[in-house]
């Protein structure tokens, strides 16, 4: 018989590619940055490279696959995702209806990122979340000091709300992610929407691929 888990408490989204698919156009403009620093990449290479890092992490990952990057590179690139952002990012197919149905059943939700709290006001704030989870249900590991995959940035959310990290569910679409949420002792959720899923299940995750299915698997 499949495994049967209780109706959690609060639900920990991450943001980019989970509530908004930043993700391309964060990658579009990584990938050009790096192609002038020397690292030629398509968009799919460098996501696979570097969704779910901090950015210090894709700094140090890119120099070691030679790119020449200046001291001050996570300004640049920084800056330069941020406008490509600010031409607009949709969010993921089903998260308003998802985050509805949440609101019916008394499930509290909050979001848990590797990404600043100055990118969710971009990305979030373009699709009226950001009023929503800023400040009391917004955990940054730029303003906490702690990013996936350790798991202080998803006990710090649960901490905040007075859940035990069992009574917690986790929705993320990174390794990193994947990883924390299994550190912390929490159920997670693993968003494959395009497939690929078999890293986030190897690594602890309940894999799926459409929003309108976290419902079933939250017995709500």
Known sequence: MPKTFPTPELVIFDCDGVLVDSEPASNRA???NLARHGLQMTVDQSMAHFVGSTMAGVMEKARSLGAELPDNWTDEICAETFAQLRLG????PGIPDLLARLDAHGIRVCTASNGSEEKMRITLGQNGLWERFHPQAMFSAQSLGVAKPEPGLFLAAASHFGVQ?????VIEDSGSGVTAAVRAGMRCL???PHGGGQKLAALGAEVFRDMAAV???LSI
């Open 89 to 92: 990012v949709p969010l993921m």
């Open 190 to 192: 693993g968003y494959a």
């Open 165 to 169: 990290a069992r009574d917690c569910l």
């Open 215 to 217: 419902p079933a698997l």
């Open 30 to 32: 990584l990938a050009d």
